[in-house]
């Protein structure tokens, strides 16, 4: 992997009063994702009113996802940067911005256009078996031209009746390959049955991106639970990534569409931004 590559180093260490460092303090950033219902300003508005750091944001259908321009508007409204550009590379996301490749250039040039950090992406389905052939390979050459990080999120196997389904290519778990970056999102950790403090100690040098979220371990659907409502070592996690100086971004990605409300929904997003401060912390401090 490219360890020359330029990491966004987020917040400096905050001091305490007595001048002393209070140890790493964690850059969180809330997704779109989160409020998937609503236009991508009302997720400015509620993580700057939460105290959220950044937004990731998801390229869908909704157009305004797809616009440099109203998003920088949104962002400077709220004084909110954007972190990180989730390409639309998911199922429900398959007629936005086109061809495959061409998904992840226009996420890689959003990136560049609005100062981000990184392009989270999925792997190709099993039905994309030209672009699944070239993959790898792709996301070098793309991250080598642009310098922009790609990090290749972890997937999971699809369950069908007992049985599992292999429906990424080259494969769902991207510890397998040489990606530059990877993204580690629990909730997909959890379907997978993979312990995500073994896998994060595997990929540390070339973690590029984490969705900070939580699931039932071995379940069929994909859950995005609060952190700390689920199966995973997320505090674990967390806590070895601050041991280690780990500098990138915590990407909130739950899902809220159980919210009674809306303070209801911006409660779940506050529980989950509040894990992250709490347990982003060296054992030591612990």
């Not at 952190?227 to 996690?237: L, N």
């Amino acid at each position: 992997m490219a360890e020359s590559a330029a990491q966004d180093p987020g917040p400096n260490p905050v001091a305490g009063a007595s001048g002393e460092s209070a140890g790493p303090t964690p850059h969180v950033a809330l997704s779109t994702s989160c409020l998937f219902l609503a236009e991508p300003p009302e997720t400015f508005r509620v993580a700057s009113e939460l105290g959220y750091d950044s937004v990731e944001v998801l390229v869908t259908h909704q157009r305004m996802t797809q616009l440099t321009h109203q998003l920088l508007d949104a962002s400077q409204k709220y004084q909110m940067p954007i972190s990180a550009i989730h390409a639309p590379t998911l199922f429900f996301t398959q007629q936005v911005w086109g061809r495959p490749w061409t998904k992840i250039q226009m996420a890689a040039k959003m990136v560049e256009q609005v100062g981000a950090d990184v392009v989270v992406a999925h792997p190709p389905f099993a039905w994309q078996p030209k672009y699944g052939r070239s993959f790898v390979e792709g996301v070098h050459k793309l991250f080598d031209m642009t310098g922009v990080k790609i990090a290749v999120e972890n997937m999971y196997p699809w369950r069908v009746g007992g049985r599992e389904m292999q429906m990424y290519r080259p494969h769902w778990d991207p510890r397998k390959f040489d990606y530059d970056w990877v993204t580690w999102d629990f909730s997909h950790a959890s379907i997978a049955k993979v312990n995500s403090l073994e896998a994060v100690r595997e990929l540390r040098s070339r973690l590029g991106h984490i969705h900070l979220t939580d699931g039932n371990d071995g379940g069929t659907s994909d859950e995005h639970l609060i952190p700390g409502q689920g199966q995973q070592p997320v505090a674990e996690t967390l806590r070895y990534l601050a041991d280690h100086d780990w500098q990138g971004v915590l990407g909130v990605e739950i899902n809220t569409r159980s919210a009674k409300s809306e303070d209801h929904r911006d409660a779940m997003m506050a529980e989950s931004l509040d894990f992250a401060r709490t347990h982003f912390r060296k054992s030591s401090e612990a």
